[in-house]
């Protein structure tokens, strides 16, 4: 038995702006989004919501080689599921770019109903807000973890450069005596 999406999409069928088969798990690790992702998340600071971008409006054509897209980009003006996240796209991805297919989404649709032996519209709507919630939860306990790494980094950093400047002192030193040595052997 094929499962159907409860709602029809409504939106015009747009080409993709990045490859049909993308997700973030494709793009190269970066460091300062992932880190900018973690401010945005922890703690939740009071953001002025942005107006929506009227229907009209074209979406961004994204190039993949420009993501991770800032989360301070002026292309991200849609609401998420991510208090404070702004996405470019109406269900787009963290990352930036237009999000799945609709044929992946009906997939993990009907897979998700299937999986959690949904029978109706009120179950779906419940499986989905307890799954979200806990997605959000699992967000957050990462972001937690990467704050505590990230002050461990910087407290590593700091100590390097405490020894790294130790160290040219010792070598200026030892140049010294070096050289006060090279300089009584003359004498």
């Keep these: 038995m094929s499962y159907q999406p409860f709602t029809p999409m409504d939106e015009p069928h747009q080409e993709p702006a990045v490859h049909p088969n993308y997700t973030p798990h494709d793009l ?50 849609y609401p998420s599921p991510i208090p404070n996240l702004l996405l470019t796209h109406p269900a787009g991805y963290h990352t930036g770019g237009p999000g799945p297919s609709a044929g992946t989404i009906a997939e993990f649709t009907s897979r998700f109903v299937e999986d959690n ?47 790294e400047a130790h160290r040219r002192m010792e070598e200026r030193v030892e140049e010294k005596i070096r050289s006060e040595r090279r300089a009584r052997g003359r004498c």
Excluded: C, H, W
């Design 28 to 77: 190269p690790y970066s460091e300062s989004f992932e880190n900018s992702l973690m401010r945005t998340i922890l703690p939740p600071s009071p953001r002025n919501s942005p107006s929506l971008p009227s229907p009209s409006q074209p979406l961004p054509s994204i190039s993949p080689s420009s993501l991770p897209l800032s989360l301070t980009s002026p292309l991200r003006k």
């Design 117 to 163: 032996n949904i029978k109706s519209k009120e179950e779906l709507e419940r499986k989905v807000d307890e799954t979200m919630k806990e997605r959000l939860d699992e967000v957050r306990e990462r972001m937690v973890r990467r704050k505590e790494a990230v002050r461990r980094n910087n407290g590593v950093k700091r100590e390097i450069e405490e020894l």
